[in-house]
């Protein structure tokens, strides 16, 4: 059974870091790109950042882009997102998502992970 | 950057209803369209990639169709447990991916 479980979010004031991360099992993680979405409350659902399966590949939303940094390790099976200079309107859940059926498509999600900029 | 419009915002129906969903872009996405259904407090479910093709599990009354920047996704007999919110995902031309603004399935 495919399971991705997100940990790393919590309550952070504006201007401070943390790091998400998002653990794999049930399929060969070191084959597949993964994503990471977000959902303000309430609001829909916008894609962050997406890796490819070797990390040759990497790409962010505007809204994030120099701020956010997306990484994996094969060997851990292990999804991680770093983030820096966090604004109030990062406040969301952010969930891990993987393209395991067909490229650039989000196939099993993680439960998801609360951020919440807040001085 | 591809807008999707979706509507109506909310539809209310009743059980056993047919559902009809519609997705808009602002330009061609040729087929690579997805729709997901998202209930209260979980994350999506992946219903429908490339327009018209059933993900693993997905119930046959589900059904999706359309090309280029018209797309609806069509419950044919809704159960209690497909009240929840869907959302459109375009993949044809990103970054970035995006994602309409959802609609809402409720209970008349």
């Known amino acids: 059974e495919v399971q991705l479980v997100e940990s790393g979010g919590g309550l952070v004031q504006p201007g401070g870091s943390l790091r998400l991360s998002c653990a794999a099992s049930?399929?060969?993680?070191?084959?597949?790109?993964m994503n990471w979405v977000r959902q303000a409350p309430g609001k829909g659902l916008e894609w962050v950042s997406y890796i490819s399966s070797a990390s040759s590949t990497i790409y962010y939303a505007d809204s994030v882009k120099g701020r956010f940094t997306i990484s994996r390790d094969n060997a851990k099976n292990s999804l991680y997102l770093q983030m820096n200079s966090l604004r109030v309107e990062d406040t969301a859940v952010y969930y891990c998502a993987s393209s395991t059926l067909k490229l650039y498509y989000f196939d099993y999600w993680g439960q998801g992970t609360l951020v919440t900029v807040s001085s | 950057e591809i807008v999707l419009t979706q509507s109506p915002a909310t539809l209310s129906l009743s059980p056993g209803e047919r559902a009809t969903l519609s997705c808009r872009a602002s330009?061609?996405?040729?087929?690579?369209l997805a729709w997901y259904q998202q209930k209260p407090g979980q994350a999506p479910r992946l219903l429908i990639y490339?327009?018209?093709k059933r993900a693993t599990g997905i119930p046959a009354r589900f059904s999706g169709s359309g090309s280029g920047t018209d797309f609806t996704l069509t419950i044919s007999s809704l159960e209690p447990e497909d009240f929840a919110v869907y959302y459109c995902q375009q993949r044809n031309n990103w970054p970035p991916l995006t994602f309409g603004g959802g609609t809402k399935v409720e209970i008349k």
């Open positions: 330009q061609s996405v040729t087929n690579y």
């Open positions: 490339d327009a018209s």
């Open positions: 049930g399929f060969t993680f070191s084959s597949y790109s």
